[in-house]
């Protein structure tokens, strides 16, 4: 990437969310898991978008998964950088940056573990790096 | 959102499971109420300009109003529905028929980004299908190019937004998401940048007869593909242009369209869908359209190869490769092969598409490109396309649209019509 940082922008909270924020701050990444049908979503929500049960429980992911998509954007930015959807081992995919790796080396399907960086904010936000 | 018989309560509703595409048979179908052969499409107006710093948009607005009543041969007062979307200024239908003095007995507003116009064809049609209002009128203006609008910038919807705190740190903008689609797609599919070069090139090929277009040079696959990389895999000329300006289009009863002198557009079949991340269940191969388009054909009758002319979404040429495959214009995952070699060219290939040089060559305003697809296929279903890409006796297109973000979440809608 460049040697440049880019300035990662502070996340918009509500109400709703601010308890996965306070989780990252703690280095732990959230995903929404239904204890009605079991199933795991994301971004997490206080009622599941399966079953629509509110018997919703956030709880902490393993921090691995392999990547989806990702583009890297070039111009009309003043630094560089790579947006992705990850998929977790959970099984659900989240949208996020990949970080910290050599130029033209990623791959979908690539492994990639969760690391957290802090928005301009102080904020912490989860994003991924290569295994 | 279902499409088609919100007005038929009590009774299944085919077009409501988004899931399975409505079965054939549904115009005859005497439980549903279709629109198709309802209504008609009687004006059609698209504002010269490129770049207006010195409009307002209401101005844009009213001055498109004006000018697809002209083109109708109607009068303001002959207008009892509105229909507008985001990009009306203000507290929008309020704000817009307060400017302009209309008096409606229907007012729509619905909001699905660069898909909205056709679905207010859409609801236009069931509007006066449903007895609400005679004659439509739906406006689209913006002037993203004279206030710095830009498709590598992240736009924040505010907090209350519930997919905003997710996204916004991650510089989720507009290039770089429809880049996630595409890379995904090579990846699934093997369909290459030449692949997706050969749209934009289609699209020259017809823009250089449209003197208002914004960009009227015949381009190359290889001029595309050595454009400035924006968001891998998609190059600059990959992209759409940032154009101002705006459209509106005229929907009638079918007593008002014989009446008039223009030649009678009949609306056929619609469908409308919207598609998101699926509570995590991302799957990027596909689009709104693989749910529309078989909803808008099953109602019209009709199939994909019957169509002669397509109007097809094109903020990127990506955009088009997803589409065209979830319509069923060819099989999933063969878009790149379908694109290439000229095969969107009007009088070249089998599928003439975006014949005014489409979203990537003449014109996108305010950020939204489905008013124009309906106008270029108005244009080709009354002959009066330029000579040069007109469709011999053009009777059957369809116009399909994507608003939001076929990277996150997005409506697709989509409009089949028929020249009487």
């Not at chain 2, 106008?375 to 469709?391: D, M, N, T, W, Y």
Request: glycine share 12%; with cysteine.
């Amino acid at each position: 990437m460049s040697t440049t940082e880019r300035i990662i922008p502070a996340p918009i909270t509500n109400p709703e969310n601010q308890e996965y924020f306070d989780a990252c701050a703690r280095d732990v990444l959230l995903v929404g898991k239904c204890q009605a049908c079991g199933e795991h979503h994301f971004y997490p929500r206080r009622v599941c978008p399966h079953c629509f049960s509110d018997d919703v429980k956030w709880v902490p992911a393993k921090g691995g998964g392999t990547i989806y998509t990702y583009s890297t954007m070039h111009r009309g930015v003043p630094v560089p950088y790579t947006i992705a959807y990850v998929t977790l081992d959970e099984g659900v995919s989240m949208m996020t940056n990949i970080v910290d790796f050599t130029p033209g080396t990623l791959a979908i399907g690539q492994r990639v573990n969760v690391v957290f960086k802090a928005a301009e904010d102080g904020t912490k936000v989860p994003m991924f790096k290569p295994a | 959102m279902a499409a088609a018989c919100e007005n038929a309560p009590g009774r299944r509703m085919s077009t409501s499971d988004s899931n399975s595409p409505a079965a054939p048979g549904t115009r005859e179908n005497a439980n549903t109420m279709s629109i198709n052969g309802r209504a008609y499409i009687v004006g059609a107006y698209e504002h010269p300009t490129r770049k207006a710093p010195d409009k307002s948009v209401a101005q844009l607005h009213a001055e498109c109003a004006r000018g697809a009543l002209q083109d109708a041969g109607l009068a303001k007062n002959d207008i009892d529905g509105y229909f507008c979307a985001g990009d009306a200024p203000g507290l929008g239908p309020m704000s817009m028929v307060d400017y302009m003095g209309l008096r409606p007995r229907h007012i729509d507003s619905t909001d699905t980004g660069g898909s909205s116009y056709l679905a207010h064809v859409a609801h236009a049609a069931q509007a006066i299908a449903a007895g609400k209002c005679s004659v439509a009128l739906i406006t689209l203006a913006g002037r993203p190019r004279s206030e710095g609008s830009s498709g590598t910038q992240a736009r924040n919807y505010g907090a209350n937004a519930p997919d905003m705190a997710y996204e916004f740190p991650y510089g989720m903008a507009t290039a770089n998401g429809y880049g996630m689609v595409a890379m995904r797609h090579m990846h699934e599919y093997g369909t290459t940048a030449e692949q997706l070069a050969w749209v934009k090139v289609a699209a020259s090929h017809h823009a250089q007869y449209n003197e208002l277009a914004m960009l009227r040079d015949v381009v190359t696959v290889e001029d595309v593909i050595h454009s400035p990389l924006i968001a891998d895999p998609l190059h600059r000329l990959d992209c759409c242009v940032v154009s101002d300006g705006g459209g509106a289009l005229i929907v009638a009863r079918p007593e008002i369209a014989r009446s008039l002198k223009r030649p009678p557009v009949r609306i056929r079949g619609v469908g409308e869908a919207p598609k998101g991340q699926m509570g995590g269940r991302v799957d990027l191969t596909y689009s709104g359209a693989a749910i529309t388009g078989p909803i808008a054909f099953a109602e019209a009758g009709v199939k994909p190869a019957d169509i002669q002319y397509a109007s097809i979404y094109d903020s990127f040429t990506i955009t088009v490769i997803v589409q065209l495959e979830d319509l069923g214009f060819c099989r999933k995952g063969e878009g790149g092969r379908f694109v290439a070699d000229g095969n969107l060219i009007s009088g070249v290939g089998r599928l003439p598409f975006n014949t005014d040089g489409g979203g990537l060559c003449n014109n996108h305003p305010a950020n939204r490109g489905g008013m124009t697809k309906v106008i270029e296929a108005v244009r080709q279903l009354r002959g009066e396309a330029h000579p040069k890409v007109q469709v011999p006796d053009c009777r059957l297109a369809l116009a399909h649209g994507t608003g939001g973000q076929l990277g996150s979440r997005h409506v697709g809608a989509t409009v089949i019509m028929e020249r009487e």
